[in-house]
T-cell receptor, first 112, second 115 residues
Framework: DQQVKQNSPSLSVQEGRISILNCDYT??????FLWYKKYPAEGPTFLIS?????DKNEDGRFTVFLNKSAKHLSLHIVPSQPGDSAVYFC???????????FGTGTRLQVFP | DVKVTQSSRYLVKRTGEKVFLECVQD?????MFWYRQDPGLGLRLIYF???????EKGDIPEGYSVSREKKERFSLILESASTNQTSMYLC??????????????FGPGTRLTVT
């Protein structure tokens, strides 16, 4: 059973516009959420995270929003750039474990 | 900077061969992980280790084993490779979550093809 879901396998956005990537989870014990970015033939790299005690975290062009009641988080990229084209994974961790549960990923393409 | 290295970027093996994938991290992290990435399935955890000689099964351990003899090194072993083990294998490490960080640091991956 998929505890972390990314229902959009792909997203195409024009350069300069906002990209919104979504992630839903089912386990209410998750207390920390992360976004990773992955280019082809490379390992994922950490992008941004948020603790369950917050509802927003911002880092430059990247903002993550957490809606605990809806068990939903989203990543906003503003403005989008061609170099942002990659696969984005959301991940979650619960109390008492160091494991991460990953979603299936969303491929973002930013076109000029 | 944390560095996680994997022994091979690309590997081609035959069905039935024993395959070793090596991973080394240089940040004295306690935790190490092996994942495989397949299209549409995301990253799935195979095994992880939170200390030397300790290991725990992840979500898809069947057909795999691991070894952690030294803190910095975590090996994934395919006892008898099969074609359904063709995948991208990713190693990661992290400090204990007591540091309030769940971030994992990934290696570049090994693209394994089993023919």
């Amino acid at each position: 059973d998929q505890q972390v879901k990314q229902n959009s396998p792909s997203l195409s956005v024009q350069e300069g516009r906002i990209s919104i990537l979504n992630c839903d989870y089912t386990n209410s014990m998750f207390d920390y959420f992360l976004w990773y970015k992955k280019y082809p033939a490379e390992g994922p790299t950490f992008l941004i995270s948020i603790s369950s005690i917050k509802d927003k975290n911002e880092d430059g062009r990247f903002t993550v929003f957490l809606n605990k009641s809806a068990k939903h988080l989203s990543l906003h990229i503003v403005p989008s750039q061609p170099g942002d084209s990659a696969v984005y994974f959301c991940a979650a961790s619960d109390l008492n474990t160091d494991k991460l549960i990953f979603g299936t990923g969303t491929r973002l393409q930013v076109f000029p | 900077d944390v560095k996680v290295t994997q022994s091979s970027r690309y590997l081609v093996k035959r069905t039935g061969e024993k395959v070793f994938l090596e991973c080394v991290q240089d940040m004295d992290h306690e935790n190490m992980f092996w994942y495989r990435q397949d299209p549409g399935l995301g990253l799935r955890l195979i095994y992880f280790s939170y200390d030397v000689k300790m290991k725990e099964k992840g979500d898809i351990p069947e057909g795999y084993s691991v070894s952690r003899e030294k803190k910095e090194r975590f090996s994934l072993i395919l006892e008898s490779a099969s074609t359904n083990q063709t995948s991208m294998y990713l190693c990661a490490s992290s400090p204990l979550s007591l540091t309030d960080s769940y971030e994992q640091y990934f290696g570049p991956g090994t693209r394994l093809t089993v023919t």
